[in-house]
């Protein structure tokens, strides 16, 4: 459920039961395999970083700095990541649906934060009108640095996003769209991207 930390309990029961944390980690180990973790399961994907390969660098999601639930639809831009889901969207800037009371990306400290981006692991960001990277809310929603918002792997099979790109992959469900714009949204890309993977 929706609930405090329920991201994080989701995650404890996997690592505390020996057999599923076992089967969780051969999934995450096979070459084969990919996953997407979106608000609750982009906390709960963080939490397993232990068991997931290239994830060192990964941060903890916590209480939104504003300490209540964000509901609102917000800018962000795909960077250039290892993420299969992203793959060919560097440098689009899209909205995006926020539900979230607990999406704030917490790293042990700031050398932590730079080495994640050092690393390419950010697959996008909360961006400003402007298109600069959203420090402050409300174009931040919940306080993450540099407005992180969505994070892969090293070799790009496992992505975690906090905001909901599955609410408003078809135009209809945007506030907005140009005339002409067709069914889809930028975000079907990323589905496309995933069909195409498996081939």
């Not at 980690?25 to 990919?34: K, N, T, V």
């Not at 402007?130 to 992505?159: C, F, H, K």
């Amino acid at each position: 459920g929706d609930v405090l930390g329920a991201g994080e309990g989701w995650a404890k029961s996997i690592l505390f039961h020996q057999q599923t944390r076992e089967e969780f980690a051969r999934f995450f180990a096979r070459g084969d395999s990919f996953a997407l973790g979106v608000c609750n399961g982009c906390q709960m994907m963080a939490a397993l970083k232990q068991i997931i390969p290239g994830t060192a660098q990964w941060p903890r999601f916590v209480s939104n700095r504003s300490e209540q639930f964000e509901g609102r639809f917000s800018l962000v831009e795909i960077l250039q990541s290892p993420s299969l889901f992203f793959s060919g969207m560097s440098g689009s800037v899209l909205p995006v649906a926020v539900a979230h009371g607990e999406g704030r990306a917490e790293f042990a400290d700031a050398a932590a934060a730079a080495a994640c981006a050092a690393a390419g692991l950010v697959s996008f960001r909360f961006v400003s009108q402007a298109g600069e990277a959203a420090q402050r809310y409300p174009a931040n929603p919940n306080g993450s640095p540099s407005g992180i918002a969505a994070l892969s792997n090293a070799d790009g099979r496992v992505t975690i996003v906090m905001p909901h790109p599955e609410r408003v992959f078809r135009n209809v469900t945007n506030s907005w769209a140009p005339p002409g714009a067709g069914e889809y949204s930028g975000w079907m890309r990323m589905f496309r991207n995933a069909r195409r993977w498996v081939g």
